[in-house]
């Protein structure tokens, strides 16, 4: 089984250069807070009021870690805080620090004039897991969010990468500095959501009006997929008619919330590991199924919940005997078919379940070794996807663009962040000093 780490999508919180771990009053080193899968959602409150409401989902992953910390932005008022554990449902507690108090819980530049949550985890992290939680606050902070004659402007730069802006009930959007999605959300009010691909912050400016269009609110529908862990659209060459894109759902992509990790082995193995994150969010669900694609062969499976560090129990299932299981793939079970089935404790109401699914892959037809070249060419429909080369081997050739940096390893790493809904076709070459090309 392949070892696992978050590096490659875990955020060290480092509000500058500094010394690895903060040190408490007795001298005892504290490890420097660690935390990933950070999405905000703005929801602009009445106009006059000139303030908006945060929903921040984060997740704690500092091992051992008891205590989280989170910094209100200077120039804002803040109130109405409470904060939730994700995996039950329930509150935690939390109350207000100086920034001197937050230097010896993890945060060892943090601004000694700045004010701080402190929130009580419900668990200590585990080591190789997560703890999830939603921040709850209001702000008041009128160069953010201002009138500006019949238009109203929410104006911020913004560092989380994932963000979510909801206008006030009956107001159309009518400017946007940066690319995003418009929909509906289910009480009418019309939101625009965005995934920052950018390095840097993004100075985010939102304008709208009142219109008579939107003064009544929508009928709510009833979502046909769970809102966590929604997948991308298919790839279809047939033309949907008008009503079915009239009645399509347009999902908002920044809170899809699933990671996958591709560790590609020795090319010639035709073989790489797989780490694929997700959030069970559906009361009663009590198992997860991975249907393996045609073509490939899937070994070593693994399972873990994040949310406590527990091993699942894993299954692997062929033709006749997925019947016999009772599993549904969607589809007519064949002598070929396999799946890789995991069951968990059912996902109650208002809990959730946020479960590491391990496997090695096997793929002829999508990896392997081409003349000495390193060949790798493989479809992703999830917004975020990480391919990590093998040991010693040098880029040559990327299709589809991506960020690149090395792992702890050593190894080249590539991490591809799409906001579309549609497929990107990853086309990857490499060359080793160890291969000879013929």
């Known amino acids: 089984m392949v070892g696992l780490t978050r590096a490659a999508v875990a955020t060290v919180v480092m509000l500058s250069t500094g010394s690895a771990a903060a040190q408490t009053t007795t001298g005892a080193p504290v490890p420097r807070q660690t935390q990933a899968d950070d999405y905000s959602s703005y929801e602009l409150l009445a106009p006059e009021r000139q303030q908006f409401r945060i929903l921040y989902d984060v997740t704690a992953t500092t091992p051992g870690a008891t205590v989280f910390l989170n910094p209100i932005r200077q120039g804002s008022e803040a109130s109405d805080e409470r904060v939730t554990d994700l995996a039950t449902g329930q509150p935690l507690a939390f109350r207000v620090i100086r920034g001197t108090d937050a230097r010896t819980l993890g945060l060892p530049n943090a601004a000694v004039d700045a004010e701080y949550l402190r929130i009580d985890l419900a668990r200590p992290v585990p080591v190789g897991g997560e703890q999830r939680i939603r921040i709850d606050k209001t702000y008041k902070d009128a160069a953010s969010y201002r009138r500006d004659g019949a238009d109203i402007v929410f104006s911020r730069s913004l560092g989380i990468r994932r963000n979510k802006v909801v206008l006030p009930p009956g107001y159309e959007l009518v400017a946007c500095n940066t690319p995003v999605q418009v929909f509906t959300e289910e009480d009418g009010r019309v939101a625009v959501s965005f995934v920052n691909v950018q390095p840097g912050q993004v100075a985010l400016e939102v304008r709208a009006r009142p219109s008579s269009a939107l003064a009544a609110p929508a009928t709510p529908r009833t979502p046909t997929v769970p809102p966590v862990a929604e997948a991308a659209a298919p790839t279809s060459t047939r033309t949907p008619t008008l009503e079915a894109s009239a009645s399509a759902r347009v999902s908002d992509r920044a809170f899809q919330d699933r990671e996958i990790t591709y560790w590609l082995q020795p090319p010639e193995t035709h073989a790489f590991d797989i780490s694929h994150d997700y959030t069970e969010t559906r009361p009663g669900t009590d198992r997860y199924v991975n249907i393996v694609r045609g073509g490939s062969r899937a070994s070593n499976p693994g399972a873990t919940v994040l949310d406590t560090g527990a091993v699942l129990p894993v299954e692997t299932l062929r033709g006749e005997a997925i019947t016999k299981a009772g599993v549904d793939i969607g589809g007519a079970v064949s002598a070929e078919s396999e799946v890789v089935l995991i069951r968990f404790p059912a996902v109650k109401a208002g809990h959730s379940t946020r479960l590491r699914i391990t496997e090695t892959y096997t793929d002829p037809s999508r990896y392997g070794l081409v003349d000495g070249v390193l060949v790798w060419r493989r479809a992703f429909g999830r917004p975020r996807n990480v ?52």
């Open 387 to 438: 391919v990590v080369l093998p040991e010693g081997w040098a880029l040559t050739a990327n299709a589809v663009p991506a960020t690149i940096d090395r792992d702890e390893r050593g190894r080249v790493r590539l991490t591809y962040v799409n906001p579309r809904i549609d497929e990107i076709d990853v086309l990857i070459r490499a060359r080793s000093a160890g291969v000879t090309p013929r």
